[in-house]
């Protein structure tokens, strides 16, 4: 069956350092999702990618999809204690339309 | 406002107990989903429903069951069966099927603790 695998599980950052989390799948995507997991919350949706090599910005966040449409990155910019969190892609293969959750990477930001 | 509400937040029952987590949402979406969380685990699905009446296993269905009598609700019913039942749940829905069209909201989740 289709694999989401995400790295890494942890990533301790100095606040005003970058942070970056990759996930890889095993078949192709049709898409891929982000959802981001404050500590004690519920996942919240950041971005969906559908384009192959597409690249999204939401302000100090970048979001890319692969060429070949199999790996996926969220990149932070300066890091801000309000990003902590565990940050989840969900990708989603032809075969398959509900999406597979990698397991996650949390993001310890410290002051 | 809309959103989706699950209840109860936390919930201690004894071992061998059935236990039935809510989860009614008021946005209209037609498909809803159960997942499971355990640390470092991710997010596993246990079932999901595209319509009224009708629902789909998952990858971690065994010990569980759900029922889809009305759109806004998708009851989820941890049975004794279920070998290792402590866990946080959560409810999610989409418009149609989650990665066709949209994302998946999800609800504040309910957290299980079997003693």
């Known amino acids: 069956g289709q694999q989401v695998m995400q790295i890494p599980q942890y990533q301790h950052v100095q606040e005003g350092e970058d942070f970056t989390t990759y996930c890889n799948s095993s078949?192709?995507?049709?898409?891929i999702q982000w959802y981001k997991q404050r500590p004690g919350g519920h996942p919240v949706f950041l971005i969906q990618l559908v384009k192959s090599g597409e690249v999204k910005k939401q302000k100090r966040l970048t979001f890319q999809f692969g060429e070949a449409k199999k790996n996926s990155s969220l990149h932070i910019t300066a890091t801000q204690t309000t990003d902590v969190g565990t940050y989840f892609c969900?990708?989603?293969?032809?075969?398959?339309?509900?999406?597979?959750f990698g397991r996650g990477t949390s993001l310890i930001v410290h002051p | 406002d809309g959103g989706i509400t699950q209840s109860p937040k936390y919930l201690f029952r004894k071992e061998g107990q059935n236990v039935t987590l809510s989860c009614e949402q008021n946005?209209?979406?037609?498909?809803m989903y159960w997942y499971r969380q355990d640390p470092g685990q991710g997010l596993r699905l246990i079932y999901y429903s595209q319509i009224v009446n009708d629902f789909q296993k998952g990858d971690i269905a065994e010990g569980y069951s759900v029922s889809r009598e009305k759109k806004e609700s998708f009851p989820l019913t941890v049975t004794s069966a279920q070998k290792n039942p402590t866990a946080f749940y959560l409810c999610?829905?989409?418009?149609?099927?989650?990665?066709?069209?949209?994302?998946?909201?999800f609800g504040e989740g309910s957290r299980l603790t079997v003693l």
């Open positions: 946005l209209n979406h037609d498909a």
């Open positions: 969900a990708g989603r293969s032809g075969g398959s339309y509900i999406p597979t």
């Open positions: 999610a829905s989409s418009w149609g099927l989650a990665g066709s069209n949209g994302e998946l909201f």
């Open positions: 078949t192709t995507l049709s898409n």
